[in-house]
Every structure is written in structure tokens, then in C-alpha cells.
């Protein structure tokens, strides 16, 4: 079982910067892929990056392709998101998610066991 905390949110001018972090509890998170998605209040959650659990393949959603950037750190069972170049249709609420049993659909919710409860990104024009 894991457990996943977000942390990081805010409010921020567009074009400035925030980095998420997701917590993981658990002895098995270096063993996970991870993701980070988002969601507007009325739409669908939406993919917006995944790692390996190596660190070693990234994927990126094209609307934050170039601006944003995944990334883990095993020693620490954290994984972040750097969000630079932040633009008013960022705003969502941000989360955080598990992968244990890969089954080819990364970009897909239903792919992740575990989620976090999420944290609010506000990027004001």
C-alpha cells in the first residue's frame, strides 16, 4: 500500500514558476511509476507527465512539453513537478499518482493504482 501527499500549490503570476512535490509512504514506492495529472472542476482528469520508477523514461503531456519537468527521488520516495512558463489554463488542481503493474496506457488514469488528494494551482493573467 502506498500513501500519496501533495504539496506545493499556489497562486502564481503567469509566467512565473512552481514546483510540486508527492510524498510517498511505503517501502515500495522506488519500484512505481509515477504520474502527475490534472483537473478543472467539470472536466476530465487530464495526463500530464509520468517517470519509470528509475527515473530514466519520462513522458509529457504536449500542452507542458518543454516547460515543465518530472522528476523522483528514490533515496527521498518523493517525485516532483517543476512548472515554469506557468500560463492561466495551468490552473487545475494537481495530482499526484502510482503506477505499480504498467499495462501500456500511461497517459490514462485508469492506469494508476494510487492517488493523492491533490493540490490547488492558480495561475492569475
Known amino acids: 500500500q502506498v500513501q500519496l501527499v501533495e504539496s506545493g500549490g499556489g497562486l502564481v503570476q503567469a509566467g512565473g514558476s512552481l514546483r510540486l512535490s508527492c510524498a510517498a509512504s511505503?517501502?515500495?514506492?522506488?519500484?512505481?511509476?509515477m504520474g502527475w495529472f490534472r483537473q478543472v472542476t467539470g472536466k476530465e482528469r487530464e495526463f500530464v507527465a509520468r517517470i519509470s520508477w528509475s527515473g530514466g523514461t519520462t513522458y509529457y503531456a504536449d500542452s507542458v512539453k518543454g516547460r515543465f519537468t518530472i522528476s523522483r527521488d528514490n533515496a527521498k520516495n518523493t517525485v516532483y513537478l517543476q512548472m515554469n512558463s506557468l500560463k492561466p489554463e495551468d490552473t487545475a488542481v494537481y495530482y499526484c499518482?502510482?503506477?505499480?503493474?504498467?499495462?501500456?496506457?500511461?497517459?490514462?488514469?485508469?492506469?494508476?493504482?494510487?492517488w493523492g488528494q491533490g493540490t490547488q494551482v492558480t495561475v492569475s493573467s
Open positions: 511505503g517501502r515500495t514506492f522506488s519500484s512505481y511509476a
Open positions: 499518482a502510482g503506477d505499480s503493474s504498467y499495462s501500456g496506457r500511461y497517459y490514462s488514469p485508469v492506469e494508476y493504482n494510487y
